[in-house]
């Protein structure tokens, strides 16, 4: 029992103290085309991976497509108006590669080119720094039907798409990201298959990783050729991955996820060689006989700077008896037995982990690979919304951008060359497999009226952007 006669209690730990990001700090917020745009069928453009599956039955709940999604298309001035009202410096979208190239070959769609150009500038006009991501998981379908990732040609397409839409805006974008999240594309597209195409097979989903790194590559020197002064990286999702014990299996089930999450990419990609013990990882699963001579160097073309984007840790543990029976379709080939285990801790409503010092140790480990500067590419997470006489006061979300830019802020006291933020996402939008069911915008979104409403976390996040900074607490 307390004494009545001691003074209350002050709660000296949750005194934070108010912090200032480095002058210039890029604040933004991302999006993707497909996630955002609808119009899937205007304009000229014809269907990605993304329209078949989904409208595949059974693959996204619900039935959702993005045939719709948030009508940006349609409301890019009401949209970026909103930016402006954030005061947002920078907005990180993608182009949807079969609005521009239908089919994924040949010509140019003016009209697709037109739309981006008018968001470009519309950007520009508000004093907004576009960032254009060249490819958001949303291949051309008749390129799949050719194989997909898993085929060499497509890297090859994926570079002269690259030309084509360097020709149309590289006079006015700076900063481009060749791919967003490749694990994403190659282990949920052809390993798990629970994003499109949906193909499940390890090899495949190895094979789409490397095509993917390859098509960056030649991305990145198709850029450099048509924008010389282009500012070029490459978005990767990054994890720290723990083990649920110090014992040497648990040890060793983190090295392998480690492995296949992180340093597929990071090596190749700026390191130019595969981890050996990866490649041994996999050797039931594939040779790596896709890999030809000066791949490695084409991927480890130089950057400029490079994107993570951080959502969670994964903490693992190795199989018990019994766990490795019938492998089953898995994005961890060769690795399928894992457990991923779950320690308790707070979740967001996709049931991932609160983990924000897990973004300081992820941008400490990046910069241990390079000196580049980094980009936080996107950093957010769904919470279930409920608007009240119009107004959302998402108080989770907006406190999990708080832990993280504070972790940003600490990684950047460590030495870490960190240039900028982008929230996930600006606004509610298509949740891939999970449809219209997970919320990460800080702009709520209503799909029947497409009436946008700015949450809490929108208005906190614009008074982040105007004192460059959080405020003490
Ligand atoms: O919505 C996605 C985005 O498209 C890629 N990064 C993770 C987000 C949340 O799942």
């Not at 993304?50 to 039955?57: A, I």
């Not at 909103?82 to 979208?93: N, P, Q, T």
């Not at 799949?144 to 030309?163: C, I, L, N, S, V």
């Amino acid at each position: 029992m307390s004494n009545p006669a001691s003074p209350p209690a002050v709660d000296v730990l949750d005194e934070r103290p108010g912090l200032t990001f480095p002058p210039g700090f890029l604040w933004g917020a991302a999006t993707a085309a497909y996630q955002i745009e609808g119009a899937a069928a205007v304009d000229g453009r014809t269907p990605s991976i993304w329209d078949t599956f989904s409208h595949t039955e059974g693959r996204v709940v619900a039935g959702h497509t993005g045939d719709v999604a948030c009508d940006h298309y349609h409301r890019l001035g009401e949209d970026v108006a909103l930016m402006a009202e954030l005061g947002l410096k920078s907005y990180r979208f993608s182009v949807s590669w079969s609005r521009v190239q239908p089919g994924g070959t040949g010509a140019a769609n003016p009209r697709g080119l037109d739309f981006y150009r008018r968001l470009v500038d519309e950007l520009l006009a508000n004093g907004i720094e576009p960032w254009l991501t060249l490819y958001h998981w949303d291949l051309p379908q008749p390129l799949e039907d050719a194989g997909g990732w898993p085929a060499r040609d497509t890297a090859a397409r994926f570079a002269d798409y690259t030309t084509l839409v360097a020709d149309a805006l590289g006079d006015r974008v700076r900063y481009w990201t060749t791919l967003n999240e490749p694990w994403c594309s190659a282990f949920l597209g052809y390993g798990s298959g629970v994003h499109a195409p949906g193909r499940a097979n390890g090899a495949d989903a190895v094979r789409a990783g490397h095509h993917l790194m390859l098509g960056h590559g030649l991305s990145v020197q198709a850029l450099r050729a048509a924008r010389p002064t282009a500012e070029v990286g490459v978005t990767v999702n990054l994890y720290p991955v723990d083990p649920a014990s110090d014992s040497p299996a648990d040890s060793d089930a983190a090295r392998r996820i480690d492995g296949l999450a992180n340093r597929f990419f990071l090596d190749p990609l700026l390191r130019g060689s595969y981890p050996a013990d990866l490649v041994a990882d996999l050797r039931t699963v594939t040779d790596f006989d896709h890999v030809r001579d000066g791949d490695l160097a084409t991927i480890s073309t130089p950057l400029d700077l490079v994107g993570v984007n951080y959502y969670s840790r994964h903490v693992v543990a190795a199989p018990t008896d019994g766990d490795a029976a019938e492998p089953a379709p898995s994005c961890w080939p060769g690795s399928e037995d894992v457990r991923f285990v779950t320690r308790g801790v707070p979740v967001t409503d996709m049931g991932w982990e609160i983990d924000a010092p897990g973004l300081l140790e992820t941008l400490r480990r990046v910069h241990g690979y390079t000196d580049l500067p980094l980009y936080v590419t996107e950093n957010g997470s769904a919470f279930v919304d409920t608007v009240i006489d119009g107004e959302v006061d998402d108080v989770d979300r907006l406190a999990y951008f708080e832990a993280h830019l504070r972790a940003a802020h600490e990684a950047i006291d460590a030495g870490v060359p960190l240039r900028g933020y982008f929230a996930w996402s600006l606004m509610d939008n298509f949740e891939w497999a999970w449809g219209y069911t997970k919320r990460f915008g800080m702009i709520h979104i209503d799909y029947d009226s497409q009436v946008r409403t700015p949450k809490s976390s929108a208005k906190w996040y614009a008074s982040v952007i105007r004192r460059n900074g959080l405020a003490a607490q």
